[in-house]
């Protein structure tokens, strides 16, 4: 079982305030660094057979996550092996493929998990699809942003 999602923080709620630009900041603008380091915080869990492999009692920045998981799932498909990253954190979340199998190892922390490849990068899709949705929902000019552009599942 593989299971990925997000929980966008309420008005008031610690980062709720990454929700909202700027006034006068263009959405289609904002650079990828501010995107991955300054806007939208989201809890994010990321469960692989019941090992917590992002738990979801910290914030993540949700562009930075996202563009990892891009590459994730770009290299997973093609058969190679992968990492995630956070701007954050030291930690990485390494894919390791094993025939039809992904090997997901931590840098920081003792668990090993396993999961179909095929199903993880399906639920990495289906995600990457929520971000872009949810993203260019709240903000649309940032459907015009090359970064935010860059989310969208071909």
């Not at 305030?17 to 660094?33: F, N, R």
């Not at 738990?55 to 498909?77: F, I, K, Q, W």
């Not at 990485?92 to 493929?97: P, Y």
């Not at 931590?106 to 899709?125: D, F, I, N």
Request: glycine share 10%.
């Amino acid at each position: 079982m593989v299971q990925l999602s997000f929980d966008v923080p309420g008005a008031g709620a610690p980062w709720g305030d990454t929700w909202t630009l700027p006034k006068g900041v263009d959405p289609a603008a904002v650079s990828e660094i501010d995107l991955c380091y300054k806007y939208f915080g989201v809890r994010v869990r990321f469960v692989v057979d019941e090992v917590d492999v992002i738990s979801d009692r910290r914030h993540l920045t949700l562009v930075d996550l996202a563009l990892a998981l891009v590459n994730a799932t770009d290299r997973l498909s093609a058969g190679q092996d992968a990492a995630i990253g956070f701007t954050e954190s030291e930690e990485v979340i390494r894919l390791r493929v094993e025939g039809s199998q992904v090997a997901i190892t931590s840098s920081t922390h003792p668990w090993r998990a396993v999961a179909g490849c095929e199903q993880l990068v399906g639920e990495m899709k289906s995600f990457l699809r929520g971000v872009y949705a949810h993203l260019t929902g709240q903000v649309p000019g940032l459907a015009e942003n090359p970064v935010v552009e860059g989310l969208r599942v071909k």
